[in-house]
């Protein structure tokens, strides 16, 4: 029972051009979410967070967007560069505003491969 | 700060066998995460923890896997017998909040063959 889905398993994209990576999720729990950037043989490490009350947050060439009602995020990257090639997960949370978030679900992962 | 430290980083052995993972947390963070990779269901969680207490094993595939903490600063997750469909990237994940604030090691690839 995957609660957090990438149906993109790879995604390939022109340096300088938009990424768009998206994450659909089915627990209506859910009221935080993050995103993961991870290179190969290195561990996750975090990106960019959302919780449930906004439905944008940007830092830099990283915005993610909050769909509610349709249970769906995404991560734009403007402009790609060849540095953001790597494994992106999407992640949720359930507790973020009653302070009692115990633990990150992933999704499985889109591989972005930014080409010159 | 080392980061959260996993050992072995490479890890081959035949089925049958025992296996042990071992993952030293960030000092002071209370939250310790076990976390396996695979392609097909990408990080799924198989145990954490709280101040050395598991809370949720829910995710542990079976009774051959088994994990502790016996102090704040080891964790290890056993696999016995060891199985081909064990074989993943095992993650080992602390943070001082439960639901964000991980920091990952660097993970163990474990090939079972």
């Known amino acids: 029972d995957q609660q957090v889905k990438q149906n993109s398993p790879s995604l390939s994209v022109q340096e300088g051009r938009i990424s768009i990576l998206n994450c659909d999720y089915t627990n209506s729990m859910f009221d935080y979410f993050l995103w993961y950037k991870k290179y190969p043989a290195e561990g996750p490490t975090f990106l960019i967070s959302?919780?449930?009350?906004?439905d944008k947050n940007e830092d830099g060439r990283f915005t993610v967007f909050l769909n509610k009602s349709a249970k769906h995020l995404s991560l734009h990257i403007v402009p790609s560069q060849p540095g953001d090639s790597a494994v992106y997960f999407c992640?949720?949370?359930?507790?973020?505003?009653?302070?009692?978030?115990?633990?990150?679900?992933f999704g499985t992962g889109t591989r972005l491969q930014v080409t010159l | 700060d080392a980061g959260v430290i996993q050992s072995p980083r490479h890890e081959v052995t035949e089925m049958g066998q025992e296996v042990t993972l071992r993952c030293k947390p960030i000092s002071g963070h209370d939250y310790l995460f076990w976390y396996r990779q695979t392609m097909m269901r990408g990080l799924e969680l198989l145990i954490y923890f709280n101040n050395n207490v598991p809370i949720d094993d829910s995710g542990m595939p079976e009774d051959r896997f088994s994990a502790k903490m016996p102090n704040a600063s080891f964790s290890t997750l056993k696999i016995q017998p060891s199985e081909p469909r064990d074989s993943a990237v095992y993650f080992c994940a602390s943070s001082l909040q439960g639901g964000y604030g991980y920091t990952f090691g660097s993970g163990t690839r474990l090939t079972v063959v």
């Open positions: 959302i919780s449930s009350i906004k």
């Open positions: 992640a949720a949370s359930s507790g973020h505003f009653t302070g009692t978030a115990s633990k990150l679900t």
